[in-house]
T-cell receptor, first 110, second 112 residues
């Protein structure tokens, strides 16, 4: 999807390791979101941001931290990865009325 | 807290048939989205519904919104195999938070 880039696209972690997922958008959007997608559960909101320097918890925030130091970037961190965090992670940025999604990051924690 | 429910979760259809996917949400919102997702891919925006009574159509898909009933429908007319995908509705929560909350999705399989 044009305008929202996620890095990396794939990653395998060992239990207890840490990592950061980067979401970058070039559309000057205020709102950015991080979701995880698991089979049969749709997309669940982890954390979101309504502007530079702000973050807020979503539906399933435990085990994740986020930062939005620059407007164009929204970082999702896993401090100590667990197998339950194996999922596909999507980032989105939103400016009324449309939300744009990144291509996703497939994360496996072994 | 905003909850979004979709049904059915899985839909197997024959080509040429019609069917409707339903999306209910729990709190007031004036913005509802429908997305399509193909296996292993990201989400593709289908429709944005911004007001009560809004109806939008694209090809064999038609979406509508009833904000009073907190219900949106995605109607499929004369299904074809190319429509096989997972369809999500998503609702924006009111106020300053503007959280975008998704339904669980409907996996549509159109059989020849």
């Amino acid at each position: 999807n044009a305008g929202v880039t996620q890095t990396p696209k794939f990653r395998v972690l060992k239990t207890g390791q840490s990592m950061t997922l980067l979401c970058a958008q070039d559309m000057n959007h205020e709102y950015m979101y991080w979701y995880r997608q698991d089979p049969g559960m749709g997309l669940r909101l982890i954390h979101y941001s309504v502007g530079e320097g702000t973050t807020a918890k979503g539906e399933v925030p435990d085990g994740y931290n986020v930062s939005r130091l620059k407007k164009q970037n929204f970082l999702l961190g896993l401090e100590s990865a667990a197998p339950s965090q194996t999922s596909v992670y999507f980032c989105a940025s939103w400016s009324r009325p449309v939300a744009f999604f990144g291509q996703g990051t497939r994360l496996t924690v072994v | 807290e905003l909850k979004v429910e979709q049904n059915p979760l899985f839909l197997s259809m024959q080509e040429g048939k019609n069917y409707t996917i339903y999306c209910n949400y729990s709190t007031t919102s004036d913005r509802l989205y429908w997305y399509r997702q193909d296996p292993g891919k990201s989400l593709e925006s289908l429709f944005v519904l911004l007001s009560n009574g809004a109806v939008k159509q694209e090809g064999r898909l038609m979406a509508s919104l009833d904000t009073k009933a907190r219900l949106s429908t995605l109607h499929i007319t004369a299904a074809v195999h190319d429509l096989s995908a997972t369809y999500f509705c998503a609702v924006v929560s009111g106020g300053a938070t503007n959280k975008l909350i998704f339904g669980t999705g409907t996996l549509l399989a159109v059989q020849p």
